[in-house]
């Protein structure tokens, strides 16, 4: 499995914005993918992931901002973000759990949220 990360941007507080991770060799072959985010000088923190099942988790600060989608025929997972803030500002990662175990890492795609 390799991710791909896209969908970054510039934003306004307020704004919204659509991230996407499509994934090599087909979502069916990933347990779980997850969304974390880094602030400047601050470590990774986990935003959200969706399991196979479909089942979905989010972080505190995002409940009722974030959601998650995916389109398996695109083997791609979304993150999308409503009501950004500028603490929301960093570099966002998608990780995949594969089912054969282990533990895979998109790029980063950068969010600035900023007036």
């Known amino acids: 499995v390799q991710l791909q990360a896209s969908g970054g941007g510039l934003v306004q507080p307020g704004g919204s914005l659509r991230l996407s991770c499509v994934a090599s060799?087909?979502?069916?072959?990933?347990?779980?993918m997850s969304w974390y985010y880094q602030a400047p000088g601050k470590q990774r923190e986990w935003v959200a992931d969706?399991?196979?099942?479909?089942?979905?988790n989010f972080a505190d600060s995002v409940k009722g901002r974030f959601t998650i989608s995916r389109d398996n025929s695109k083997n791609t997972i979304f993150l999308h973000m409503d009501s950004l803030k500028p603490e929301d500002t960093g570099v966002y990662y998608c990780?995949?759990?594969?089912?054969?175990?282990?533990?895979?890492w998109g790029q980063g795609t950068q969010v600035t949220v900023s007036s």
């Open positions: 969706i399991a196979r099942s479909g089942t979905m």
């Open positions: 060799g087909g979502l069916a072959s990933i347990n779980v």
């Open positions: 990780r995949a759990l594969p089912t054969y175990g282990g533990t895979v």
